[in-house]
């Protein structure tokens, strides 16, 4: 695991019904990438559209997210955030790994 020991990064990203990666998905899935922010990620999930029971859209109606691509950042402690735009996600992930600051505290 390369985030700190304590933060547990979950990327969750949507398949279509034609089985294609949404395109969103795919954009930010290229970006953290590009940004060096993949190996950072501990699990990525998907959410099937056509399969309600999907891990993917079970993490969405357990965190009550409505879009994808998302993520889950849990602490040691058990703290959750979630984040539906990489943007906040990466200033997020940017301020958490160089201050050490525990999630619940940057919420």
């Known amino acids: 695991m390369n985030t700190s020991a304590k933060t547990h990064i979950t990327f969750v990203k949507k398949i279509m019904s034609d089985g294609r990666l949404c395109t969103k998905c795919a954009e930010v899935s290229e970006r953290l990438e590009r940004d060096g922010l993949l190996e950072q990620v501990n699990y990525i999930a998907v959410a099937d559209s056509k399969n309600s ?55």
């Open 53 to 107: 029971d999907s891990e993917g859209m079970l993490l969405a109606l357990k965190h009550k997210v409505e879009r994808a691509p998302f993520f889950i950042v849990e602490d040691a402690d058990g703290q959750v955030q979630t984040f539906d735009v990489y943007f906040k996600f990466k200033r997020f992930f940017e301020k958490h790994i160089e201050s050490k600051i525990p999630v619940a505290e940057l919420t």
